[in-house]
C-alpha cells in the first residue's frame, strides 16, 4: 500500500519499508528495494497500481535487506538507475563481502546464503550535500555506523528516509543488541540524526511516521542502549577474558537468544564495540596460553 507522508512523498510500508518520492512526470525516485524479488515484485506491483514508474533507486546501505531487490526492480524497469554512496557501492559490488566480514574469513555456506544478493553497480554516486536528481532538490545525510557508506535522503517535503541508523524501540525491545560496524561513527550518527532539518521521519523497519521530537527521543534510546553494552562489557571485564567468554555472558546476562545467523552478528558487533574502547585506551589485549584476552587499562 502506498502510504502518503507529506506532499509528494510517500512510502510502502514492508518488512523494510521503501521510500517512494513522486516526480512531476508520475516517475519516481525509490528508497530501497526490499530484500528478494518477492518483495520487489509488491513493490512493483503497488508503483503499477498507481501509474508510477522508478526513474531512480536509492540504496540506503548495502544491507541484503534494503538492497536484495534491486535486480528484480531493474529488471521490470529497465531505464531505473541506480544511486548509493561509494562506500556502500564496494560492498554491493561484491555482496559476499558482507558474509567474510561478519564471519571474519571465507563464512560457512548457510551463512553466505542468508546474506547473498546479486551484485549492484550504481551509476550514479550518492554524495552527501545537496543533490539534484531529476530536477527535483534532494539532501543527502552520511549516517555510517551500521554499515559503511550508509545514507539518509531528505526530500522537499521535508520527510527524511533514515536507512538503520535508528532502531524503533519496538526493535531495541525485541533485539536489544544491534548489529553494528563501527561503534564512534553510530555515536557520531545520533549526533547527526538530532541535526537533521525535517519534519518526517521513516526508519528501515517499522510502521509508524515519526515527528522530530520522537526522533530525539528514539535517538536517545538508541544512544543509551549502546552506552549500556559498552559499560556492561567494562564491568564485565573486572577479570580479563576473551571475546568469546564476553559474549557468552552477555547473552546469559540479556536472556538471549540467538540463532547461528544472529550469533555471528552479535559476535561481528562485539567485535566493534572491543575495538573501539581500545581506541578511547579503556582496554588492551594481550595472548596468555593460545587465546586472547581483554583487560580493562
Known sequence: MLTRVNGNTFFIPAPTNIGVFQFKDRYVLLVDSGSDNQQARRICDTLQESDLSP???????????H????????QQFPGCKLMAHQNAGVYLNQPALLAQHVYGGQPPAGLSRSLSFKPAFPEEEA???IARIHDEKFTIVELPGHAPGQCGVITRDRVCFLGDSLFSQDNLDKYSFPFLYDIGAQLKTYEAVEKIDADYFILGHGPDILDHDQILKLAEANRSNLNKYLAMIMDLLDQPKS?????????ILDDLNPDVLEY??????????LSYLQQQENLTMQVENGRLYFFKS
Open 243 to 251: 571475546r568469546e567468554e564476553l559474549l557468552e555472558e552477555i547473552i
Open 127 to 129: 554524495t552527501p550535500g
Open 67 to 74: 538492497s536484495g531487490g534491486h535486480a528484480y526492480i531493474r
Open 264 to 273: 555471528y552478528f552479535l559476535s561481528s558487533t562485539l567485535a566493534a564495540m
Open 55 to 65: 526513474k531512480y533507486l536509492f540504496l540506503t546501505h548495502s544491507h541484503h535487506d
